[in-house]
């Protein structure tokens, strides 16, 4: 079946610096990814829609200079967390729309990367 | 806009009783639904859906029946097992807008005890 990965699964980094998170294909070509953050307890937030080669469309208050999101290729899209701040820790999913799905609504998630800034 | 509101869990059942979990939605026109299930340490996966009015969705001896007419989707087992362990979440995806973006409920855990 299709896979997402994402690298690394869990990073700890001090209050300041970028952290970059990738969110890959693995055995299908993706035209469309999504940036999902999600809190405790809490349903997963749409950050920002990322076509490949082009800009992301980012959703309502989400800063786009925060978060930079790179969609390079048809199989791997990054997201960079600009500046880290604890308020920044969180849990960020990602998910691939196939280049050749069956329906528009097919996505396939990533497992997602635990980020905790300190 | 469009929200998806999902029972809280954590819930707690023993091997072979029924699970409802319930989903309400508010959305114009007539959105798809979904289930997805989080297993421990993996990504989402779709569990099931369904497009139009009194649709029913299967998977896996779950089930969930789209009705307009209450805004619903609850997903429903007649016989949990300890491998259903995960979280499940509900979804709505809007029916227009070429993004095709997905809005989720807060997620429901569930534990099954043997």
């Known amino acids: 079946g299709a896979v997402v990965s994402q690298h690394p699964s869990r990073v700890i980094c001090k209050s300041g610096t970028s952290v970059k998170i990738e969110c890959r294909s693995l055995?299908?070509?993706?035209?469309?990814m999504f940036w999902y953050r999600q809190f405790p307890k809490q349903s997963l937030m749409l950050m920002a829609t990322?076509?490949?080669?082009?800009?992301?469309?980012?959703e309502q208050g989400v800063e786009k200079d925060k978060f930079l999101i790179n969609h390079a290729s048809l199989t791997l899209s990054t997201l960079t967390v600009t500046s880290a701040h604890p308020e920044d820790s969180s849990f960020y999913i990602c998910?691939?729309?196939?280049?050749?799905?069956?329906?528009?609504?097919?996505?396939?998630f990533g497992p997602g990367t635990r980020l905790t800034v300190l | 806009g469009d929200s998806v509101t999902q029972m809280e869990g954590p819930v707690t059942l023993s091997e072979e009783a029924f699970l409802t979990i319930n989903c309400t939605y508010t959305?114009?026109?007539?959105?798809?639904l979904f289930w997805y299930v989080q297993y421990p340490g993996e990504g989402l996966q779709l569990l099931l859906k369904?497009?139009?009015?009194?649709d029913k969705g299967s998977n896996k001896g779950f089930e969930a029946t789209y009705r307009k007419e209450t805004t619903s989707f609850h997903l429903e087992k007649g016989s949990v097992q300890v491998s259903d362990s995960a979280v499940y979440f509900c979804?709505?995806?809007?029916?227009?807008?070429?993004?095709?973006?997905?809005?989720f409920g807060s997620g429901t855990q569930l534990t099954v005890l043997p």
């Open positions: 055995d299908f070509q993706a035209t469309t």
């Open positions: 998910s691939a729309r196939p280049l050749l799905a069956g329906g528009t609504d097919t996505q396939y």
């Open positions: 979804a709505l995806m809007a029916p227009r807008g070429s993004a095709r973006q997905l809005t």
């Open positions: 990322s076509n490949e080669g082009s800009k992301a469309t980012y």
């Open positions: 959305a114009t026109g007539y959105p798809s």
């Open positions: 369904a497009t139009k009015a009194d």
